[in-house]
């Protein structure tokens, strides 16, 4: 049973490109959530989907980022226009429907470590 | 809204010795707590949880926590560390019915000196 996958694992842009971080959420998980870990700081949460609806943005930059999860194939979370201050760990994280005794885990990816040069 | 604490930024400890890494967390409604840990250049893990009942919970290779509400405090524990044992340790909270996403602390670096 594969775990939450995200590519590309590291990934360099220039100021101004646009970055394109995926993930897939563990099989039979339907809730994704993303995360952002700047050096030496916890993660913080940025955008918390269900296929195709965003359930909760609250954490996400008003401007140049975006999240979105289709009906087939992996969350996507896109930030256009990446400048210096976006070089961070971007972590995707997967949980089961709601209830049981899963009941809030989530499942961390690997992350993908974005550098902006 | 809820903040968490996690007053250590490192804890160094000699193996087989005991330790424990400090969480306090605020919040206004009832909470869940967990802990993660990060291996170096890895996804974070799912170590423990307290979601209700008993306040002492247990994670498979030795750790524990316990949910103090007076104290608002989840500090975790283990009697006897391992070198394995080093890495990054972050306590979370969820706020009970809330959104759905995690409040980290900062992270704790435990450091296992042979």
């Known amino acids: 049973n594969a775990g939450v996958m995200q590519n590309p694992r590291h990934l360099v842009r220039r100021r101004g490109q646009e970055a394109r971080l995926r993930c897939s959420p563990m099989?039979?998980?339907?809730?994704v959530y993303w995360y952002r870990q700047l050096p030496e700081e916890g993660l913080k949460f940025m955008v918390y989907?269900?296929?195709?609806?965003?359930?909760?943005e609250s954490g996400m930059p008003k401007e140049r980022f975006s999240a979105e999860f289709p009906k087939e194939g992996p969350s996507i979370l896109r930030i256009q226009q990446v400048v210096r201050g976006d070089s961070a760990a971007y972590f995707c994280?997967?949980?089961?429907?709601?209830?049981?005794?899963?009941?809030?885990?989530?499942?961390f990816g690997p992350g993908t470590r974005l550098t902006v040069t | 809204a809820q903040s968490v604490t996690q007053l250590d930024s490192q804890v160094p400890v000699f193996e087989e010795a005991p330790v424990e890494l400090r969480c306090n967390y605020s919040s206004s409604v009832s909470v869940y707590l967990f802990w993660y840990v990060q291996y170096p250049n890895q996804g974070l893990q799912l170590l423990l949880k307290y979601l209700s009942g008993s306040t002492l919970v247990e994670s498979i290779n030795g750790f524990e926590a316990e949910f103090n509400k007076s104290q608002t405090s989840f500090h975790l524990r283990k009697p006897s560390v391992h070198i394995s044992d080093t890495a990054e340790y972050f306590c979370?909270?969820?706020?009970?019915?809330?959104?759905?996403?995690?409040?980290f602390g900062k992270g704790t670096h435990l450091i296992i000196q042979p």
């Open positions: 994280a997967s949980s089961p429907p709601s209830g049981g005794a899963r009941a809030y885990e989530q499942y």
């Open positions: 099989k039979g998980h339907s809730h």
């Open positions: 989907l269900q296929k195709e609806n965003i359930i909760d």
């Open positions: 979370a909270v969820k706020e009970g019915g809330g959104a759905d996403g995690l409040t």
